[in-house]
């Protein structure tokens, strides 16, 4: 099994499943060395890691090997430029979820968590297969201060993060299963739609990037 592409040796990043997790005090965090390229798969959820391999096989095979939690096995990641848009967004709908105006709305919102707390957030909304994959690694100029987004119906929680080393190191890792849990199941986003889990999930990334880190910060999905 042959990594995708290679990766800065500083560079950490950390895939999170939508499957209830252990809680934990610690955050520990993989790295990606030179001498070995080749990430190693993290048994958060054996079915729901699984799943999200498969899911971001095509949709981001770039986070898995970002992430150190390794690349779905026998599937090659999808390489689609085609599909990224002209000019640069923070928000890339290829399924249609969203209007018009509800993609200006979250890139302004975006925008303002970024000047305010430095982290950078990018939202992909798709229907797997159709994505435009690996090649928003460079579009997006993912690092470790990144929280990659996808929002994608195809394993019924709508919900799936890929958060960098330095953004797992502020917020706690329930925040992510939490949220999930909570916008992204099957119920809400059919009863509200697409549109409103990715919404919602935004808004509660924003209210919990901007609480001061401490003991408590992120305990509530608002």
């Known amino acids: 099994m042959a990594s995708l592409f290679h990766l800065p040796s500083s560079l950490t990043f950390r895939k999170i499943c939508h499957s209830p997790i252990k809680a934990s005090h610690s955050h520990s965090r993989i790295s990606v060395k030179n001498e070995n390229p080749l990430p190693k798969l993290s048994k958060i959820s054996e079915f729901s890691s699984k799943a999200l391999n498969f899911l971001l096989s095509g949709s981001l095979a770039l986070a898995l090997s970002l992430t150190g939690v390794g690349i779905a096995e026998g599937k090659v990641g999808v390489n689609k430029p085609e599909l990224l848009p002209k000019e640069f967004t ?3 709908d290829v399924a249609g979820f969203l209007s018009d105006g509800q993609e200006k709305r979250l890139a302004q919102e975006i925008t303002d968590i970024e000047k305010d707390t430095g982290f950078k957030l990018r939202v992909l909304a798709q229907n797997y297969p159709d994505t435009p994959g690996l090649a928003i690694k460079d579009y997006w100029q993912v690092d470790d201060k990144t929280i990659v987004f996808v929002a994608d119906p195809t394993f019924g929680n709508i ?3 890929n958060v960098g080393a330095t953004v797992d190191l502020d917020i706690p890792r329930s925040f992510w299963s939490r949220l999930a849990g909570t916008y992204g199941n099957m119920f809400y986003w059919k009863e ?6 990715i919404e919602a999930a935004v808004m509660a990334i924003s209210s919990c990037l ?7 910060n992120c305990s509530e999905v608002k």
Not at 210 to 216: F, I, L, Q
Request: negative net charge.
């Open 90 to 92: 923070s928000v890339i």
């Open 159 to 161: 919900l799936n993060f």
């Open 192 to 197: 509200k739609g697409e549109d409103a889990s």
């Open 210 to 216: 901007r609480e001061p880190v401490g003991p408590n």
